[in-house]
């Protein structure tokens, strides 16, 4: 049908040479440029290897050894002498120097001390690391006990870490003990079970533990002996990127920006700084710049996963999903969409320093532009390709096999996915928030390239949000970039009161830029086939999700924690009242929790739906007891909630440990009834609260406080059971708390707005048991 055509748009072409062989002064430019690289990845790779300690104290080692051979104090003469007997040891030629065999011997023996000194303070740190009781105590009665460790960890830290610099120094996560595993888990299941179901169990974790279990205990054991973790590898493998569903709606999640307010009107405007912010960032993780985070100001926490952020993309295959890292050599563009059309933008000028803003708004609207003018002569098929990434994977896999292996297409694939990310310039505008949620989350079926790891959506009104793939990080890993962007623009001038950019200072002096070009498709008559029948299926699933986001604002975590009650175990036993009036009985509920204590740690499960929140939830039905007896027994649910959230961000969590026996079972061949049972057991509620103000690890002067109209609602995600409902929630200041609740609309049990309305009364009606004259004290 379509035949191929040239893949640059006019008349938005650059005019130097564009022929195949580069010119020697590029050449050199071009090495140049590697050779730094080069530099920076080996200056960092031996930081990050020696780090607490520094090659500065290498260099003081050596100076001081030399001082002391060379000048002999008087006050050091028996450090001296074995520095003598040291030097003389060594096999060096009779003839040698007494000052070459001086600064031979310093620094041969500065190093053995350096090596030593590296290793005790790295294994020190890593076993001062793997304390956990400071967790389990109030953070304002913080015991003499604590107070002395967290001053050993930071003395033994040293200081300046770079991103990865306390990788080494991590931990590694501990296999929980199988019969505590087991006792939880069977403790988990009490309110969820009729007395017959929970026998069953009983009898068939006994049996378990009485038969294979001991063995599979014991294998994981030795892989958390030499792997880095023992469980998120296969986390990664068979949950991502062994699924077989779609992306959309069922892996990616969304962002949204401020909540009430916006920067700007202009779509490119905004875009250009928002980019811009974003690429700065990615800078600072690609050269390391970027401090690790820290829990209270001293224990670090893993961050691997920032690697991964951009210039990734989950390639998929017909049994498994390959995921695929560019570095920043490879990866130097991003695509834009705009109109269907496809535009590749080189974000690095020829002096290989970013795009000032305003040479980016510049080619966002010349990106406008040329795809007005082009929309009208693409064919809709063409203009729909990436409809075709919401589809199964295995189908994606079959489409991607037979139409985009070679010619055209193949190039054009390599650039989306060697594209540091996808930016979306929308020609829509949301008619309410959950509506903007909704096309942030799946968009029209045709827009989003769902297996890139980040899509940055911008609106014709300045509003935008981000759509993330799941599988190569973790939400606040991108959570930390987008407050970054989003807090930059709150605290910073960045706009002219036109809306446009602020232009960069006159001294600034930026080099030749490439101007965008234009990504052509090959549609075939079959392709054209597969692609409308993709957007057809798209468009049945989004119409399928109910999305709704409300904004709480009667009060927030500040009279929460004011009646001494933890406010994500306040908002996790409303959930659970909430659903027990929906539906009469208690759901199967799953709470993330990051594991990033320890190396490569990921999530973990907080199965939040206890004894204690379902005795408490009877009896706000019943309605029965005193209100000082019903406040109590909140209590004891919320002190049973937190230290099962402890638990699970310790290692010491059910769901990982079950996951990592099956998957041994299943490689050893083992048909176990019991773990089969227990992995099938669906999560009815998938519950998230977001982390907000990680920016502040980073820049602790800034003082987000008046700024707190402009908060960003966070972001959501789709039902993880057809029959259930998807809860995620960010209590961003003292006074409001956000939520945004998804299910399906095929499912007749289900109702995300009248469950929303239920969060709320059963919010409500648990803050009526607080005394009032003790909140306001």
């Known amino acids: 049908m379509a035949e191929a055509r040239s893949a640059v748009a006019t008349p938005r072409v650059q005019k130097k040479d564009l022929g195949t062989t580069d010119s020697f002064d590029d050449l050199v430019k071009s090495y140049r440029q590697m050779i730094i690289r080069n530099y920076f990845r080996f200056r960092n790779s031996i930081r990050n290897g020696v780090w607490p ?20 104090p008087a006050s050091a003469h028996a450090l001296t002498s074995r520095l003598k007997q040291a030097v003389a040891a060594l096999p060096l030629p009779s003839k040698t120097p007494k000052w070459l065999a001086n600064l031979v011997g310093s620094v041969g023996i500065s190093f053995v001390f350096f090596v030593i000194l590296m290793k005790v303070r790295q294994y020190l740190l890593r076993i001062l690391l793997a304390y956990r009781g400071w967790m389990y105590e109030n953070i304002r009665e913080v015991s003499l006990k604590n107070k002395l460790w967290g001053l050993t960890v930071k003395f033994v830290s040293g200081y300046q870490p770079s991103l990865y610099s306390c990788q080494r120094s991590l931990p590694r996560m501990p296999v929980p003990p199988l019969d505590e595993t087991l006792s939880k888990l069977l403790d988990s299941l009490k309110p969820l079970c009729s007395e017959e179901e929970f026998k069953d169990y009983s009898k068939q974790a006994q ?9 599979l205990q014991r294998l994981l054991y030795l892989k958390s002996w ?4 023992y469980v ?20 990616n999640y969304y962002a949204l920006d401020h909540y009430i307010w916006t920067p700007t009107s202009s779509q490119v405007a905004r875009a250009a700084n928002v980019m811009h912010s974003i690429l700065s960032m990615k800078r600072c993780i690609d050269r ?20 991964r952020l951009f210039s990734t993309v989950r390639v998929p295959g017909e049994e498994i999903d390959e995921m695929l890292h560019f570095d920043s050599q490879e990866s130097r563009h991003i695509v834009v969409w705009r109109q269907g059309l496809f535009y590749q933008l080189s974000i690095y000028d020829d002096k290989n320093q970013l795009l000032s803003v305003t040479v980016l708004e510049k080619y966002f609207q010349d990106i406008i532009d040329d795809a007005n003018k082009h929309k009208e002569s693409v064919s809709e098929s063409e203009r729909s390709v990436a409809a075709l990434t919401g589809l199964p994977r295995t189908d994606w896999a079959h489409i991607l096999r037979d139409h985009f292996k070679s010619g055209i297409n193949k190039d054009n694939m390599d650039l989306i996915n060697k594209a540091i990310c996808m930016v979306v310039l929308s020609d829509k505008v949301p008619e309410s928030i959950s509506d903007k949620g909704k096309m942030l989350l799946h968009s029209d079926g045709r827009t989003l390239w769902c297996d890139k790891s980040v899509n940055v959506f911008f609106f014709p ?27 930059m623009e709150v605290i910073e001038r960045r706009y002219l009161e036109s809306g446009q950019v602020m232009p960069p200072p006159k001294s600034f002096k930026p080099g030749d830029t490439t101007h965008p070009r234009r990504i052509i498709w090959d549609i075939t008559d079959s392709l054209e086939k597969e692609i409308n029948k993709a957007f057809l299926f798209n468009q049945k699933n989004n119409d ?7 904004d709480h604002t009667k009060f927030g975590k500040g009279v929460i924690k004011k009646a001494k009650v933890s406010p994500d175990a306040f908002i996790q036993i409303s959930l659970q009242l909430a659903y027990y009036r929906h539906t009469g009985r208690f759901c199967q509920t799953y709470e993330a929790s990051a594991t990033r204590l320890y190396q490569n740690g990921r999530t973990e499960t907080v199965r939040s739906c206890t004894e204690e929140t379902a005795a408490f939830v009877r009896a706000m039905v019943n309605a029965k007891l005193p209100k000082e007896e019903l406040l109590q027994r909140l209590r004891v649910a919320g002190t049973r909630h937190q230290k099962l959230y402890r638990d699970a961000m310790n290692g010491l969590g059910i769901d990982r440990h079950l996951f990592a026996l099956f ?9 176990s009834q019991f773990l089969e049972s227990v992995m099938r057991r669906p999560w009815t509620l998938s519950t998230s609260q977001q982390p907000q103000q990680q920016i502040q690890a980073n820049t602790p002067d800034i003082n987000l406080e008046p700024f707190r109209k402009m908060c960003s609602p966070g972001g959501g995600f789709g039902p993880v059971s057809d029959e259930g409902y998807g809860v995620s929630y960010m209590l961003p200041t003292e006074y409001n708390i956000f939520f945004h609740v998804s299910s399906k609309r095929s499912c007749p049990t289900t109702d995300s707005s009248k469950f929303a309305d239920l969060i709320f009364k059963s919010m409500d009606e648990i803050r009526l048991l607080f005394d009032d004259s003790k909140l306001d004290s």
Request: with cysteine; hydrophobic share 40%.
């Open 53 to 72: 300690t520094s090659t500065n104290n290498l260099g003081v080692a050596c100076g001081f050894s030399l001082y002391l051979l060379e000048y002999e």
């Open 207 to 215: 049996d378990f533990e009485g038969s294979i279990g001991p063995r």
């Open 226 to 229: 030499w792997a880095p973790n």
């Open 232 to 251: 998120s590898d296969w986390w990664e493998r068979y949950v991502y990127l062994m699924s077989r569903c779609p992306l959309v709606i069922n892996s």
């Open 288 to 307: 390391e710049e970027l401090q690790p985070l820290l829990l209270r100001n001293t224990i670090p926490i893993c961050m691997a996963q920032y690697e």
């Open 461 to 487: 009104d300045g509003q935008c949000g981000l759509n993330v793939e799941h599988s190569m990080a973790d939400a606040p890993v991108m959570g930390h970039v987008w407050e970054y962007a989003m807090t």
């Open 544 to 550: 399928d999700l109910d999305l709704v986001i409300r």
């Open 663 to 671: 998957v041994v079972s299943k490689g050893l061949g083992y048909e």
